[in-house]
C-alpha cells in the first residue's frame, strides 16, 4: 500500500518561511509526477503546484509563484514545497499527492483527478 507522508509544517511569523516534505513508501517514487494541494479553511481544496517525475518541469499557481518551489529528490523519495514570505493567507492544511503519470502537459491542471495517492496533510499557521 502507498503512503506519502508530509512533515515540517507548524506554526510561523508572517514574513516566515517553512519547507514541507513528503516522502513515499512502496511507490516507485521516480515513475510519477508529484503536487502539493492546499485546503484553507472555509475553503475547497486546490492544487498549488506540481512537478514532473524528473524535477524538470514544475508549475505553479499564479498565488504562489516566485514565492514558493518544488523541488525533488527521487533517491530518498522525497519532494519538498519550500515556502518563504508567507502571510496569514497562507494558512492551510497541505497535501501532497501523487499523480497517475510522469507529468505532461495535463500536469499544469493541478486536477485533483489526475492525482492517485494523496498523504494526510499538515497544517501549515501562519500568525499575523
Known amino acids: 500500500q502507498v503512503h506519502l507522508v508530509e512533515s515540517g509544517g507548524g506554526l510561523v511569523q508572517a514574513g516566515g518561511s517553512l519547507r514541507l516534505s513528503c516522502t513515499a513508501a512502496?511507490?516507485?517514487?521516480?515513475?510519477?509526477?508529484m503536487g502539493w494541494f492546499r485546503q484553507a479553511p472555509g475553503k475547497e481544496r486546490e492544487g498549488i503546484s506540481g512537478?514532473?517525475?524528473?524535477?524538470?518541469?514544475?508549475y505553479y499557481v499564479d498565488s504562489v509563484k516566485g514565492r514558493f518551489t518544488i523541488p525533488r529528490d527521487n533517491a530518498k523519495n522525497t519532494v519538498y514545497l519550500e515556502m518563504a514570505s508567507l502571510n496569514p493567507e497562507h494558512t492551510a492544511i497541505y497535501y501532497c499527492a501523487a499523480a497517475s503519470g510522469y507529468g505532461g502537459g495535463w500536469l499544469k491542471r493541478l486536477a485533483e483527478a489526475d492525482f492517485a495517492y494523496w498523504g494526510q496533510g499538515t497544517q501549515v499557521t501562519v500568525s499575523s
Open positions: 512537478i514532473n517525475w524528473s524535477g524538470t518541469m514544475t
Open positions: 512502496d511507490l516507485n517514487f521516480f515513475n510519477y509526477a
